[in-house]
């Protein structure tokens, strides 16, 4: 099980010409909580900052298309808020978001070691043949890549970002530690992988006494809470990290869409429908959101996002912003804490149906 953490104040210490020392206690100017990043000794802040909308090039136009002012002024207001956890990718934009990111670290005088950075590996990145999927020569090729884009000189998590059906699970996993062993990776983690390929390369890492993946990125959402069937238990089995992605399904739970309102005119799943909901579903989710916000005074988007972050489980949530009022919004659903009754009633209309071999293991663990 992770812990989190709320530090109410911060130490700082000066020393003084007469080598004494003074001790001050400053007070934050944020509320944010740290949980432990799976079985390791790194936390990280429980939003996450997803860099998505950074760049907009090609298929990411739809998603946001935001440059390097735009980006200074969110990531101003990301570290304020005191998020420590920035998620970028190679393939966003083509390596954009990426760049954008790191010269914002240097704009904005950043310390480096303040942050968590991940990015990931897996998709086309060039005309190459080479120049996609998991093989050892992509993962050495796409870190070297991806550090220079951001002017670092290591990643803090490098996520494999879905499956490569060509490349054996045994050669990717070699290679992630091997380049972990180089000092230009801290951690691992995997996005997007079904339960069983997880579980046989943690088995393949255990095996040769490798680096293994200490998170996992999924889509995570209520009209999207699939994970709870395979990914969830595994979690828990072998105490690994959860980082929802998407968890407003691309918009769709912000509250701009309701069954009378089927087009939010400034969303991007009004162009880029995407990842698939069921929306009859997801209209009566929101419909139980907007009344459950009323006494809190909060949004659908923020009672949406605070549902996620009390899932078992969920280390750190994903958000995406292309504006500061955007952000703060969803920020603010960290100060909301849902009543067991809220959970229940949002529980009600969001929940899985039973499918087998889930019903068949509780009708016959009901003896045990």
């Known amino acids: 099980m992770y812990k989190r953490f709320k530090f109410d104040y911060c130490l700082t210490v000066t020393l003084k010409q007469n080598h004494s020392l003074k001790v001050d206690f ?3 100017t944020h509320n944010m909580k740290y949980n432990f990043l799976g079985n390791t000794g790194l936390l990280v802040s429980e939003i996450c900052f997803g860099t998505m909308t950074f760049g907009g090039k090609g298929m990411w136009e739809s998603i946001g298309k935001i440059q390097q002012q735009e980006v200074n002024e969110l990531m101003t207001a990301v570290v304020d808020a005191g998020i420590n956890f920035i998620d970028t990718a190679n ?5 954009e978001s990426e760049k954008l990111l790191g010269q914002s670290i240097i704009d904005l005088g950043l310390n480096r070691d303040d942050l968590v950075i991940a990015t990931k590996v897996r998709g086309k990145m060039g005309e190459g043949v080479n120049n996609v999927g998991l093989s050892r020569y992509h993962i050495f090729q796409s870190v070297n890549d991806s550090l ?12 494999v970002h879905g499956v490569d059906k060509r490349t054996p699970v045994e050669e990717t996993m070699r290679a992630l530690n091997d380049i972990v062993l180089t000092g230009k990776v801290r951690y691992v983690a995997v996005c997007n992988w079904p339960a069983w390929m997880v579980m046989k390369a ?16 999924y889509f995570y ?19 690994l990290a ?3 992605w998407s968890p407003l399904a691309g918009g769709f739970l912000s509250g701009k869409y309701t069954r009378g309102n089927e087009k939010a005119g400034d969303s991007r799943r009004d162009e880029f429908d995407f990842p698939p909901i069921d929306k009859e579903k997801a209209y009566d989710i929101v419909d139980v959101l907007a009344e459950i916000g009323k006494p809190y005074n909060a949004s659908v988007a923020q009672i949406a996002l605070a549902w996620v972050r009390q899932q078992p489980g969920v280390t750190s949530t994903i958000i995406g912003a292309k504006r500061i009022d955007q952000l703060n919004d969803n920020i603010k659903s960290t100060e ?13 209309v969001s929940a899985l149906g039973k499918e087998y071999p889930g019903w068949m293991v509780d009708f016959q663990g009901k003896d045990r």
């Not at 393939?91 to 390596?95: A, C, D, N, Q, R």
């Not at 959402?221 to 105490?239: C, F, K, M, T």
């Open 26 to 28: 400053i007070k934050p």
């Open 91 to 95: 393939v966003y934009s083509f390596g």
């Open 148 to 159: 220079q884009r951001l002017q670092l000189d290591h990643i803090d998590i490098l996520y």
């Open 202 to 217: 943690l088995g393949i890492a255990e095996k040769h006494g490798w680096n293994k993946f200490v998170g996992l990125q």
């Open 221 to 239: 959402s209520l009209s999207g809470r699939d994970i709870e069937r395979e990914i969830v238990p595994l979690a828990a089995d072998q105490n």
């Open 242 to 244: 959860i980082m929802p």
């Open 336 to 348: 909301i804490t849902l009543s067991a009754d809220d959970l229940q009633k949002i529980d009600a």
